[in-house]
């Protein structure tokens, strides 16, 4: 199973606090030194939407290991593309929400222009040798117009392969998604694309971000969005809560059996990390139980 770490990304933008680009090299290359093998780093979009990436241009071509992690950058529009280009980005996501309304509170566009958008991005991207992938946002449920269905979210999924995307992440960005419906929805778009083209990302605002990566897995997903501690939310999609945390997804897949190639113990010192730099209690709901089960190896350690 792949993890792409996203903490850096859709973890830090909704922050209230401004982390500077060393921490954020810090914290990624505490991921790195865990095991992670692919980074969503940054997002090139307007500093006046998102402050907190401000620093994309600096950031990335700062990044280490580029040989051995596949480092990513979400942007919103050509504009962001070349940026991307010039500060040596390989892998970008350009960000398709499945409704009109959330597209016009995340990126001021309608869904008919950000689709467009998307379009053109990727084509331009591919056309550069940079591979290109694409989030279909609140692909589950949208705050503002509700339920989404399945046939739309496969329409505007099949528009992004057309363009030359080569993945698609089906993203449930308010974390409204249960199980059934990711069963649903997942085992439509694994028939029409395959799996191996395909990734999930969800949110943990309901608790069902374990529940719903199982599910998708049964479908046949192996790449995951995760972010670590679960920190993340988006900033125009209220009610977005935090992303399923790396250290319980990696918990979840390595207990039954899938190799993630992450070394928990260096996750949790990023886990830690995430929380010092934020200022805020990070942890997935694994945090607890594995700091217990160190307290008491420590324990035996000293009783032995
Ligand atoms: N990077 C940096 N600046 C950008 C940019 C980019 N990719 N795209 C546009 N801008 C700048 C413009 O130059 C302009 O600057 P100015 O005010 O100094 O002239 C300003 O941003 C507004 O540009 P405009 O084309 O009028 O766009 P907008 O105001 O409609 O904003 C987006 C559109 C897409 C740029 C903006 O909504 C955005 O960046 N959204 C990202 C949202 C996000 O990150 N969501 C979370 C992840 S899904
Ligand atoms: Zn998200």
């Keep these: 199973v792949l993890i792409n770490e996203v903490g850096a990304r859709d973890g830090l933008q909704n922050q209230p606090v401004q ?15 865990a095991g992670v093998r692919a980074i969503e780093a940054t997002s090139f979009v307007s500093p006046k939407a998102v402050p907190q990436m401000a620093d ?13 992690i596949a480092y990513s950058a979400l942007v919103p529009n050509r504009r962001g593309l070349e940026r991307a280009r010039a500060a040596g980005v390989k892998e970008i996501a350009v960000v398709l929400s499945a409704t009109d309304t959330m597209n016009r509170r995340n990126i001021n566009m309608s869904l008919d222009e950000a689709q467009a958008m ?19 946002a609140v692909a589950f449920e949208c705050p503002f117009e509700g ?17 030359g995307a080569q993945e698609v992440v089906i993203a449930d960005t308010i974390g409204a998604a249960a199980p059934a419906a990711v069963t649903r929805l997942l085992r439509e778009c694994v028939a029409h694309f395959g799996a191996a083209r395909l990734s999930a990302h969800f949110h943990d605002t309901r ?22 501690g679960g920190l993340g939310g988006c900033p125009f999609a209220p009610g977005a809560a935090g992303n ?6 990696v918990v979840l897949f390595e207990q039954c059996g899938y190799d993630t190639g992450v070394d928990l113990d260096r996750l949790r010192q990023a886990v830690a990390l995430a929380g010092a730099l934020t200022g805020r209690a990070v942890g997935g709901r694994t945090t607890t139980w594995l700091q217990a089960g160190e307290e008491k190896q420590a324990r035996q350690a000293h009783t032995a």
């Design 118 to 136: 998307c379009v053109d991005t990727v084509r331009a991207a591919v056309a550069d040798g940079v591979r290109a992938k694409a989030y279909v």
């Design 56 to 68: 994309a241009d600096h950031l990335f071509p700062r990044l280490a290991h580029p040989d051995r």
């Design 19 to 33: 982390v500077s680009c060393d921490d954020k090299l810090r914290l990624i290359e505490a991921l790195a030194a």
């Design 147 to 163: 339920a989404v269905a399945p046939a739309r979210v496969l329409a505007l999924s099949e528009s992004m392969f057309a363009a």
């Design 207 to 228: 608790a069902m971000a374990m529940a719903n990566a199982w599910a998708a897995l049964e479908q046949g997903i192996r790449k995951f969005d995760a972010s670590v």
């Design 244 to 249: 399923a945390a790396t250290e319980d997804l």
